[in-house]
């Protein structure tokens, strides 16, 4: 029997298409940062165009305060970077810093997250996150720099069982973001949820 596809969705229980808009309006999980802060977001010497433009709209999905590329600004690809950024390269402050200190670009108080395999290295998932990170990405190919690694307060690893060990960059970040965001909604749910009956 066919469906009435305009009709199917009059009943309690729908499962039909929201747009992400209209979800989120409801949910607001936005309201997180009316308890802790946005998160800083910085790669090391990205060189693929289409990595940078993702790092951008992935950072704006976050909701991050700042995004820094360390390195050269590559002048000729800025279209195509923005491009692929879409609208995210307007909704959040990004930079390219020839600065190779990352508490020059932070704040004194601000956790420095570096997501790298490494010796001392712990894993994502069995970790507790802090309430004001900053996320360092390396390279695509090299990685992140031994300077670069020596800066940080935590290294974190995702455990990847494949036969292919190593994530795209930008696949990592989201991992990464997204893992750190659920612990913040965890953690501050209480206040999340009171906050929200009372409006």
């Not at 950024?85 to 704040?107: C, D, M, P, Q, Y």
């Not at 570096?114 to 996150?129: C, G, N, P, R, V």
Request: contains cysteine; hydrophobic residues 40%.
């Amino acid at each position: 029997m066919a469906v009435n596809k305009s009709n199917s969705c009059n009943f309690a229980g729908c499962m039909g298409y929201l747009k992400s808009n209209h979800l989120f309006e409801s949910i607001q999980p936005e309201a997180l940062y009316r308890f802790t802060e946005r998160p800083i977001v910085i790669g090391e010497q990205l060189t693929d165009y289409q990595n940078i433009g993702a790092l951008i709209r992935l950072s704006d999905n976050l909701g991050a305060k700042d995004l820094f590329f360390l390195g050269e600004e590559p002048v000729k690809q800025m279209t195509k970077i923005r491009r692929i950024a879409a609208s995210s390269h307007g909704n959040l402050n990004w930079a390219f810093s020839r600065e190779t200190e990352i508490r020059k670009l932070v704040t004194p108080s601000a956790t420095i997250i570096a997501l790298e395999t490494a010796h001392e290295a712990k894993s994502l998932f069995e970790l507790e996150l802090p309430e004001n990170p900053v996320f360092v990405v390396g390279n695509e190919r090299f990685g992140m720099s031994e300077s670069l690694l020596a800066q940080a307060d935590q290294v974190v690893y995702i455990p990847v069982p494949g036969l292919t060990r190593s994530l795209n960059v930008t696949h990592a970040a989201a991992v990464l973001f997204f893992e750190w965001l659920r612990q913040m909604q965890y953690k501050f749910s209480t206040k999340i949820n009171d906050e929200q009956k009372q409006l």
